[in-house]
């Protein structure tokens, strides 16, 4: 199963990409995680990336569309992978069509979790305290949803038009939207 798991900021990628890479054995992949380990490393990638979080915007697309090239070239991504954050941009959903089609393969899934813009920030400032993430401010948040709802939400058109996506209702029980995209995934690979 190759897929991309989608959604804003705050709709529960990062805890829905654990579950759904181990149903289906393979590697979650998430830009978030990769930046924030360069990050805490002190890294120049991490140095570089840092500046654009800091201001809740994107990491260029080229030091990203490198980083998941590098991720995804790894042995235990060879029977699938999950991507949590990539593509974000159209450039990137490119780039990821020509990373796949040299390897022989072609997506399977593009599933988009849906959430109440109100209630992910609330998520997240909660998320903020809890893990100390300081620069979780409100004013951050809102505006990684702005860039979000600019950058990123056209491509869930484009994967419509290839017939690849899968919107799921993000809010909720965690384990219910974990059966949600289980069944809605389960459909996809019975078709």
Do not use: C, W
């Not at 997506?107 to 620069?135: H, N, P």
Request: no cysteine; glycine share 10%.
């Amino acid at each position: 199963m190759r897929m991309i798991l989608m959604g804003p900021p705050g709709a529960g990628k990062g805890t829905q990409a654990k579950f759904v890479a181990d149903h289906f054995g393979i590697p979650a992949i998430s830009t978030g995680d990769i930046f924030r380990f360069n990050v805490s490393e002190g890294t120049p990638l991490g140095v570089e990336a840092k500046k654009y979080m800091d201001a809740g915007e994107y990491v260029p697309d080229e030091v990203t569309n490198l980083m998941v090239r590098n991720r995804i070239d790894e042995d235990d991504a060879k029977p699938g992978f999950l991507l949590d954050g990539y593509p974000r941009t159209l450039a990137q959903v490119e780039e990821l069509d020509g990373m796949v089609k040299f390897t022989g393969h072609e997506l399977d899934a593009v599933v988009v979790l849906t959430a109440d813009a109100d209630e992910l920030v609330a998520r997240l400032l909660q998320r903020a305290q809890v893990e100390g993430r300081a620069d979780d401010t409100e004013d951050v948040i809102r505006r990684r949803q702005e860039v979000y709802a600019e950058q990123t939400e056209p491509l869930i058109e484009v994967y419509r038009d290839r017939g690849l996506l899968v919107e799921i209702d993000g809010m909720g029980d965690v384990d219910d939207v974990t059966g949600r995209i289980f069944a809605a995934l389960d459909a996809v690979r019975q078709s």
